[in-house]
């Protein structure tokens, strides 16, 4: 396994956000291991998009610092870029192109060698089980493969680590679990430190070594599935949700946030 | 320079996969020129100096065909299923004014390609067309300046109105403007003064001034081969400069 540069993949200094008056991350302080993965759960509006967002240098913070990978995301955050892979919750592949030529524009912006490119793809698309459809349009692929070629993508340059925004939003079970396998064997191949949002519990606990519940821009329990069933006192990880992060959140806006995950959903499911 | 070179790389080979949006562009340049032109040009009512109407107005058709792929193309941006792949791009280690580069170069693609079918229609409207390999290269050139530069343009237009979750006209609401104040269809002589100062800060009028005296034979340029290769170009380094720091803004 590659070493990662540090110890620490990802450090967070009292990183706030604010869109005018409304606080979507409060000081927020996170550490993520290297080579944990590691979830980050709340509610809608609880500011974990708006977190990656920043972490992946989207977003500049509006006071507060983080380190990813080693570098700074403030200033010339090009450091971080070059050592991160990001999955976003909308579709990030082309269906106007196939599945190699996805691949293919992303290896020329990550700068891998050009001798190496075919064969990293090859490769890439071998490790998520894609490479018969390596050369049909993305347009003709099922949710599950637009998910692991959206993985596949981001994972050409090795990066240190993985920002993923809802993986496996809007995919059957069978897909989930093929989607939540490769993410695994990624860690064990590449030793990715991986940093992924969801709302599925099930999920959560499958994957994570440690999760952060947020819930209006702080984090309100923080710890591994484990610990935070036995303080939740509960067996439940819903329950273990509802007990950190509220019963329900009715006050905030949310048109644009369903929708779109809707249309991903549907588009994937 | 590699990152744009990858993105132009890719919109080209999504073009050879579907050129259709260049066909059922070509309608509205045939209209103009098969229709209108045929019609003006017999009424003698605009005058075009040594040049017949339809020699005239066939640089502006270009012009217009070019101005309309491009603005359509930037704008592309504002829809949401390219979002994803924008955040990605964003994300990447590519300059920003990389993508945006690539983008603008794109769009000149598109419109090379585009500008062929007009310059078919134009043979078939009798325009007498100047093949000299220089006139040639330079109307390329000039096709590409000004793809890049209106692209950029609605590719920063659409980073300003993002908000919008859809903006149906606003395709239409920057092209027509555009066209109507500029020398595409008539003289910037016979306008009236607040029009000619407007259609003195149009880029769209300095294409076609460049158009119009390399496209056809006996074509002249009002404000100079010279003046109007360095206004494009200086429009075109100035929008990429602001566009680039607002492209982000799109995904914020």
């Known amino acids: 396994m590659p070493q990662p540069t540090t110890d620490i993949a990802i450090q967070t200094d009292r990183l706030t956000r604010s869109f ?16 944990e993965i590691f979830g980050l759960l709340g509610p809608n509006g609880a500011g974990k998009t708006t977190t990656i967002k920043m972490l992946t240098t989207m977003l500049p913070p509006s006071s507060g610092a983080a380190t990813v990978a080693g570098h700074s995301i403030l200033g010339n955050s090009i450091g971080v870029r070059k050592r991160i892979g990001y999955v976003s919750q909308m579709i990030s592949a082309d269906g106007a192109l196939t599945g190699f030529e996805n691949l293919l524009l992303f290896a020329r912006i990550y700068n891998v060698p050009r001798r190496e490119r075919t064969r990293r793809i090859d490769e890439a698309l071998a490790f998520m089980g894609l490479t018969e459809a390596r050369d049909k349009l993305v347009r003709t692929y099922s949710g599950g493969m637009i998910r692991r070629l959206e993985i596949a993508l981001s994972m050409l340059h090795r990066p ?10 809007g995919l059957d079970p069978a897909a989930r679990l093929q989607v939540w396998k490769r993410l695994k064997d990624l860690l064990e191949t590449f030793g990715t430190t991986i940093l992924l949002t969801t709302h599925d519990m099930e999920e959560a606990e499958e994957l994570c070594d440690r999760i952060a519940i947020m819930k209006e821009g702080v984090i309100a329990a923080e710890g591994s599935a484990e610990e935070l069933k036995s303080r939740a006192g509960t067996q439940s990880m819903n329950q273990v949700f509802i007990h950190f992060a509220g019963e329900f959140s009715d006050s ?3 048109f644009r946030d369903i929708n779109r995950a809707r249309r991903t959903a549907k588009r994937l499911g | 320079m590699r990152d744009t070179a990858a993105i132009v790389a890719t919109e080209l080979a999504k073009l050879r996969r579907d050129p259709s949006e260049i066909l059922s562009r070509s309608i509205q340049p045939a209209l103009w020129l098969l229709v209108f032109g045929q019609v003006f040009g017999r009424m003698r009512a605009i005058p075009t100096g040594n040049l017949d109407y339809f020699s005239f107005l066939a640089p502006g058709i270009l012009a217009q065909s070019v101005l309309f792929i491009a603005i359509f193309y930037g704008i592309n941006v504002i829809w949401e299923k390219d979002l994803g792949i924008l955040q990605k791009l964003l994300a990447s280690p590519a300059p920003r004014s990389a993508l945006v580069f690539g983008k603008a170069v794109s769009a000149g693609m598109r419109a090379i390609a585009q500008a062929a079918i007009v310059y078919l229609m134009a043979l078939v409207a009798g325009v007498d067309l100047n093949w000299s390999p220089l006139a040639l290269g330079g109307v390329l050139v000039a096709i590409v300046l000004g793809a890049a530069l209106f692209s950029t343009f609605s590719l920063m237009i659409a980073c300003l109105v993002r908000s919008r979750e859809r903006f149906m006209g606003i395709g239409q609401v920057m092209t027509m403007p555009l066209f109507f104040a500029s020398n595409a269809i008539y003289p910037i002589s016979i306008m009236p003064t607040w029009l000619k100062i407007v259609a003195h800060i149009n880029p769209l009028s300095y294409q076609v001034d460049l158009l119009r005296s390399l496209m056809v034979t006996g074509g002249t340029s009002t404000f100079g081969i010279g003046t109007d290769f360095l206004m494009l170009m200086g429009m075109l380094i100035a929008l990429i400069v602001v566009t680039s720091k607002l492209y982000p803004t799109i995904v914020q």
């Open chain 1, 20 to 35: 005018g008056s409304l606080v979507a991350v409060k000081e927020l302080n996170l550490t993520v291991r290297s080579g």
């Open chain 1, 160 to 169: 240190e680590v993985l920002f993923l925004d809802e993986p496996t939003i």
């Open chain 1, 252 to 254: 905030k806006p949310n």
